[in-house]
């Protein structure tokens, strides 16, 4: 299996830009969870999704932050503007059904905004 | 509310010794629980759970954790500890707030393991 896929690994934008962070889950998982790393706040949820659907988005810092799942293999977090403070670590997990909770991690986007 | 604590920033230990990372919880109900690690510039790795059963579960790497229900604590252990195992840990927590089939993982700020040659 290859494990959760994310692209791009890295991203260098400008304040002001759309970012589009992309996820491909564990063939299989019916959930799925975006999460930021920082340095600061550490690791946080942002979203996450049971059978494409948003569960909870509790997360998401404010209005320029969306998320999408439009089928069981796919699923995008857009930044749109984007601003220097939300430079992090950006991961993407897959949990199946009957796992007991256990989440995958994807090798996470490390997304720098200047 | 449900949350996983894990006391120490950082721990340090020589290469051979026994370490222990530490994790407590608050949780209504039975919790899940769970031990990831976290190389440089790499996603978390899952290492093991406990769900139910003996308090002594074993995981990848040669590590273990101890679940105790008196002291709710779920501490990582590993016997003989070995350079490569630096690297952050995070102990989580099944999140049955919403409902019990939510699957989202409430996780501690993480433990920095520097284990020295």
């Known amino acids: 299996d290859a494990g959760v896929i994310q692209s791009p690994r890295h991203e260098v934008t400008e304040m002001g830009q759309e970012v589009t962070l992309r996820c491909k889950p564990i063939s299989g998982h019916n959930s799925l969870f975006w999460y930021r790393q920082t340095m600061m706040r550490g690791l946080e949820l942002l979203i996450y999704?049971?059978?494409?659907?948003?569960?909870?988005d509790s997360g998401m810092p404010e209005d320029r932050f969306s998320a999408k799942m439009p089928n069981a293999s796919f699923s995008t977090l857009k930044i749109q503007p984007s601003e220097p403070r939300d430079s992090a670590v950006y991961f993407c997990a897959s949990s199946p059904r009957a796992g007991g909770g256990t989440q995958y991690f994807g090798p996470g986007t490390r997304l720098l905004v200047l | 509310a449900q949350s996983v604590a894990q006391p120490e920033d950082q721990v340090n230990v020589a290469e051979g010794n026994p370490l222990t990372v530490k994790c407590t919880y608050s949780?209504?109900?039975?919790?899940?629980l769970f031990w990831y690690v976290q190389y440089p510039n790499r996603g978390l790795q899952f290492l093991l759970k406990y769900i139910t059963g003996d308090n002594l579960v074993k995981g990848s790497y040669g590590f273990e954790a101890e679940f105790n229900k008196s002291q709710t604590s779920f501490h990582l252990k590993k016997p003989s500890a070995l350079v490569s195992d630096s690297a952050l840990y995070f102990c989580?927590?099944?999140?049955?707030?919403?409902?019990?089939?939510?699957?989202?993982?409430?996780f501690g700020k993480g433990t920095t393991l520097s284990v020295s040659s």
């Open positions: 989580a927590v099944r999140d049955f707030s919403a409902n019990q089939a939510g699957t989202a993982l409430i």
């Open positions: 999704f049971n059978n494409n659907v948003p569960i909870d």
């Open positions: 949780v209504s109900g039975n919790p899940y």
